[in-house]
DNA sequence: TTGAAAGCGCTAACAC
DNA sequence: GTGTTAGCGCTTTCAA
């Protein structure tokens, strides 16, 4: 590879202005390092220099996992807010695994200059051995438990369920299951909290043989919603608190033959890229997914500045709550009629 | 941050013994340096260690769209299998843009030792100039026309279409529309190739006014639906190269009233994660993603050698071509009977 | 086995 | 505005 010497050589100046010149000063032979820098192909060494400023003009954004279409959004939403910004995004995949995601901050707090990641528990302890190193850093989506001193963008986990819960309740359900995400996340943790206080407020008695917790991926769906469809009581609405599960769990009951919504109405956290096609359409509640990830970009870029300039003040951190939103499709319906004998 | 010489000097060892210890070489000292390294929270820096061996341990993808399940599963094949391999695996999205990719392109080369990508177009320069910067390139799901040194994995598009298109006709369809790909892609045009082909062999007449080149989008799906649809004479069936272009043009004919399969058979070239789950569930051609992944790391990988090894011999490109499968749902049914007066 | 020292390619004082 | 030069942190000859 020909390096920034070859180039001064070539154009008669020292590397010093080549330098100079690949950073937009006015230097006086500038045509001539144009020129030496084509006729060669030069491309500045990105490791040299990062080796040498300490800076990467690159972020990286971790998920848990990629082939969740909320977090392929949300990294789609991140890259298009930091494009302007001239800063590259470098994308990690944990796959849900606390190793792979050690390894990734390992890995991309040496090559960028700051980490968007949705940590994996609220226990996580990788985010906080991060911090220590100095690297600007941003949590979306989920936050640890200690160590409040991040910036992060979260959404309102207990509006949404309440608006969940509250549409259930206006159609007339009262037996209603729910399947919650992990409680050691903070989207399973919050939803979980929100829906038992929402069925408190409803004066809806909560009915363990209808509560299952799952782990946020499809074969946990599916299985909780068998073994909540075999409870003595049946329900008629099931709450499930993401996108993955609710399509494991829609899938078993179509392989169950349980139709819905007229046997049970659902209703699911997370909107699906194809709710709307969806037999019956989805009622779900909505978030923020591009917005999200665009949001945590920008709280990033002004930590970090532009690359080139000089790094802004520090300042406070900040927290951003995004709004969720009910999205009322085919999937849920009025409850049946009380059978008899039953309490108003 | 700590740094190498500070560990050699609390081990009272030479810089040199830490490289070797880190290496895992064995030196007298082994206990004392470890005791260093653990102590100081010592981690050598990726950036130095680059500049000085040329190489980074770490290995790019390149796909156009993340959002895309095909290419979120692709990546997943990629990871899962480099995993083993102690390499990371850095991920850029080009979003079907070409100054983006060249962007991602630059800056990969740059940190990595390899990059699979699926190049945007078959004239697609960017990886002739990658391939002259002898970095290891694999391509996969998408060539170029030029530059053919180079190791690929792509599917058996051509025998894919061809079990569609055998599919319709064999329920009798014979006004066959199809929504197409950029021509100048690689899937877009073998598919559309075959299109033509198999209808030929078919003796199926190829009707401009059913026949549309999207983009691959979900829009330009919509799009060319209803300029099919509003052909003077309506097909029966249609067939669609790719699964967000599937999506666009499901979503269109319900917003139009077209029932499916009733009044329109469709097949799509993808599967779709929720395609089971559809109204009507999606006859679809199904080809690998994740495996498809996994191979163009494998090739990676045969490549590269292991980190910390000498690099394997140079060996001749490779180029892998993955079977496809058609399955069958509910969105394809026999063609309605034909309207007096046709021929036969 | 070990240490000294050169140097990967670049940037940023510093002196002119 | 320009050139000289030290040095970022590491690996790798080379001699011992």
Avoid: C
């Avoid at 220590?132 to 986990?157: E, M, Q």
């Avoid at 509250?166 to 299951?177: E, K, N, P, Q």
């Avoid at 909780?224 to 075999?230: D, L, V």
Wanted: charge should be negative; glycine fraction near 8%; charged fraction near 20%.
């Amino acid at each position: 590879m020909t390096n920034i010497q070859d180039v001064a050589k070539a154009a008669g100046v020292s590397t010093a202005s080549v330098t100079r010149y690949l950073a937009g000063q006015t230097i006086r032979r500038a045509d001539a390092v144009k020129q030496a820098i084509d006729e060669l192909g030069y491309r500045p060494s990105h490791v040299a220099r990062s080796l040498k400023t300490g800076r990467h003009d690159s972020i990286g954004v971790i998920v848990p996992d990629i082939s969740n279409p909320f977090f392929a959004a949300l990294v789609k939403g991140v890259e298009r807010e930091m494009r302007p910004h001239g800063m590259q995004v470098i994308l990690g995949n944990s796959d849900e695994d606390a190793g792979r995601e050690e390894a990734l901050v390992r890995e991309l707090s040496q090559r960028t200059d700051g980490i968007i990641m949705a940590p994996l528990t609220e226990n996580d302890e990788i985010p906080l051995a991060l911090m220590k190193t100095g690297i600007a850093l941003v949590f979306v989506d989920r936050d640890i438990s200690s160590g409040p001193d991040v910036d992060r963008v979260l959404v309102d986990n207990a509006s949404g369920v309440r608006q969940a819960v509250d549409h259930l309740v206006g159609l007339g359900h009262t037996r209603i299951a729910a399947i919650s995400g992990p409680l050691d996340s903070t989207p399973g943790r919050m939803r979980h909290e929100a829906l038992l206080s929402s069925f408190e407020h409803h004066g809806i008695a909560a009915d363990d043989s209808l509560l299952r917790i799952g782990d946020f991926r499809e074969a946990s769906g599916r299985a909780a919603i068998q073994e909540i469809w075999a409870a003595p009581q049946r329900p008629t609405a099931v709450f499930v608190a993401n996108n993955l599960m609710t399509t494991g769990a829609l899938t078993a009951l179509m392989e169950m033959g349980v139709r819905v919504p007229s046997d049970l109405s659902v209703v699911g956290f997370d909107d699906l890229p194809l709710a709307a096609l969806l037999d019956p359409p989805l009622t779900v509640i909505a978030r923020p997914d591009v917005d999200q990830g665009a949001a945590a970009a920008r709280l990033l870029v002004e930590r970090l500045g532009e690359p080139g300039q000089p790094s802004p003040a520090p300042h406070p951190t900040q927290s951003l709550v995004l709004p969720v939103e009910l999205v009322v499709r085919g999937s849920t319906i009025a409850a049946p009629a009380l059978p008899e004998g039953s309490p108003a």
